[in-house]
Structures are given as C-alpha cells and as structure tokens.
C-alpha cells in the first residue's frame, strides 16, 4: 500500500476552509482506498505552518498513478493552485 501525504498552506486572506472543499472534490477520484482532507488544528509545540492535510491511500503504485492522471486531479489542482502558497507532498511505501 502507498499512502500520500500532501500539505499545504494557504495565502493570507484566503479562507481554509474554501481551499479545504476545493480538495475534497480529489475524493471524487475512484482510484483511492481511502482519502481525506482535513485542516491542520495547530497544537504543535514547534510548528504549525501547515493548513491542511491531503491523506489517501493507494493499493499500489498503478493505482496512485492513475489518480494523478485523472482529470479531475488536473481540474483541482489549477483551481486550488492560487489559493495556496507552499505544498510537500509524500508517498510512501507503507510497512507490512
């Protein structure tokens, strides 16, 4: 299994909350065994730069692929892009 791990933040005077429903619109995507987005609550003692979480998780790497290639994924990503100012993404390889 793969999980993906995005997290972004958002420019001053966006609202979270419209970057967060902009994002749920990837859980459209039929490619994810499971997908999330969620705001970030900020509790950490060190940082709390981060705004929002994307999770999902993936059977395999065809599987991540072809939600990358699906074009709701291209649609969300230039209607979430201008609202955002930093992105980090991750997928990793999940321990059996």
């Known amino acids: 299994m793969i999980r993906h791990i995005v997290f972004f933040t958002v420019?001053?005077?966006t609202d979270?909350?419209?970057?967060?429903?902009?994002?749920?619109?990837?859980?459209r995507i039929p490619h994810?065994?499971?997908f999330e987005v969620t705001v970030n609550r900020?509790?950490?003692?060190?940082?709390?730069?981060?705004d929002i979480v994307v999770y999902a998780e993936f059977e395999n790497e065809a599987a991540l692929?072809?939600?990358k290639?699906?074009?709701?994924?291209?649609e969300?990503?230039?209607?979430?892009?201008?609202?955002?100012?930093?992105?980090f993404s991750a997928d990793v390889v999940a321990a059996s």
Do not use: W
């Open 69 to 74: 290639a699906d074009p709701i994924y291209s």
């Open 42 to 50: 900020k509790v950490d003692l060190f940082g709390n730069e981060i």
């Open 76 to 87: 969300t990503t230039a209607s979430v892009r201008p609202m955002r100012e930093l992105r």
């Open 65 to 67: 692929h072809a939600f």
């Open 11 to 13: 420019k001053p005077d």
């Open 32 to 34: 994810s065994s499971h």
């Open 16 to 27: 979270v909350e419209t970057v967060r429903e902009g994002l749920m619109n990837l859980g």
